[in-house]
């Protein structure tokens, strides 16, 4: 990459041929593709092959196996004799996963070294098999730590012929209680041996350990960011450009995470999926570029604390936001660098955290996908968008789980009574099935129709065969005005990059400004209460407010007096029918559902 960003590794010019390998290791890293060692390993490999002792600090996702994995091969010498559990080197890692996680990879470093042998040990397997494998003699043994003592034990490993002895994951490793057995692993190993120990973080009793046993050691440690993006579980769907406010809807509707930020490319855009968030219900704000430095920070401190969940943002308006809460990322439009990619997934998986990150990808942006992925060195998984089905099946099953605690709580009397009467048999015999009456309830509860809306889940399917089949045209959805389609017909204007309005054949007020505020029908909102709002908050007076549209979601409003910066942050916050105004300036849409205009009241109520 041209231009070295803070958050990608600055040894990005390294690559694995400087790093002297012994050929059969170079060959091994050249079929796994990897051409550039990471920080961790661009640091740790030499000092490793230079005979050091090393503590490495480093996240999940940095790539520490290769780090200890490559030198502890090039230290291993195939010719002599390891039969009888006399193994050469041990990695002691913390669970039954990682052991194998770990074994699996040596394996794959040593693919070039005929003879070697690594062998994972961990408990809740059989011992025999693996006695009998360390008996006809194995040169690496990866394993947690309660096994390996109860190998020692038994007698059949020895460490007396260690000369490479890691540490993955120390901190925890010590969490599960293993600090007397790898003190006794210490004590019996062969005192002419190399220790590598790797951890994410360095508490005290990590450090007393590498104090104890470690001869002088190198000490590395990778910064948080440079392990980000690898830390993060990367994804991507392939999301025709109309259909992206729907599926990030849906997304949203079905996501785990606490908090969640959405990248777009342009100010423009994120304008517009803010509001179309807004409008479906999603507690969401946007910040872009020009959003002043305090408002910035509000929204900021309200991600942090909670009373936000979704921020809609570009690059340059999230640059350097720092939210433990944010467990997904989603590019709604892929980045054009792959720098910028680095910097947005970074906002997620922090604090030691696991993040997600999904990139909407059109059919034509596939290139662009595969630019990052070379530049980040790791392949994003491809993954489905949810289906409208899957939304509802997400809602139900959050209601079920909340059923126990209500049972628990009971004064559950009054409804019971009621039930019993509905559910009795009627004078011709036939009685309501209760499972029934407790779907329909269920449905009632998660308040859409069904999946038989099956208009929308067949929508979907299309879509998909759509995507598979690899068509990016854009073929005019059944214009059958379902929730999705209003919105995502709506939306490609943003991408055109234009702030510009032109050729959008928008009703303009005959003086003064549309604005478009986030009250509408759906939520009660009366004439009466928003000119009420406007103008004790907003300051306005009857005669600066025109025509009041009222929609489903929304309400547009002519407003004859420039408002400024200050009066749009009133009005925003101030409440109608129990929701904020939200107040932005509307930019018009190509088709609404016909309106109920009403003539503002002659006078303000009040
Ligand atoms: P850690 O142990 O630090 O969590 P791993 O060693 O498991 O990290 O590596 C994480 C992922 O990165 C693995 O899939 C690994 O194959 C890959 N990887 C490691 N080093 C490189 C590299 N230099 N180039 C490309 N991919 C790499
Ligand atoms: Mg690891």
Redesign the pocket.
Known sequence: MSTPDSTLPTEAQVT?ADLDLPAQLQKA?DD???????P??AEAIPALLAGRDITGV??????????F?IPLLAAVDPAADVSRGHVQALVLAPTRELAM??AD?VESFAAHMPGVRVLPVYGGAPYVPQQRALRDGVQVVVGTPGRIMDHLERGSLHLDTVKFLVL??ADEMLRMGFAEDVEKIFGQAATERQVAL?SATMPPAIRAVADTHLNNPVQVAVSRQS?TV??VEQTYAVVPFRHKVGSLVRVLATSEADATIVFTRTRAAAEEVGVALVERGVSAATISGDVAQKEREKIVERLRNGSLDVLVATDVAARGLDVDRIGLVVNFDIPREPEAYVHRVGRTGRAGRTGRALSFVTPHERGKLKHIERTI??KLTEVEIPSPRDVSAHRARTILGTVPARLEAGRLDLYTELLSEHLAPREDGTAPDAAQVAAALLALAVGDDGPAHRAAQEEHERERAEVKGGRTRETHRAERGDRDGDRTRRHPRADRDGRGESGRGIRRPAEGTRYRIAVGHTHGAQPRGIVGALTNEGGLRGGDIGKIDIFGNFSLVDITKPLDDATMNRIGRANVAGRQLRISVDKGAPERRAPRTERRPAHAAH
Not at 32 to 38: H, K
Not at 58 to 67: N, R
């Open positions: 694995f890293v796994l593709g990897f051409t550039t060692p990471s961790i390993q480093a996240q999940t996702g940095t790539g520490k196996t290769a780090a994995g996680q770990v990879a993955d994951e790797f392990s690898t830390a060195r790791a």
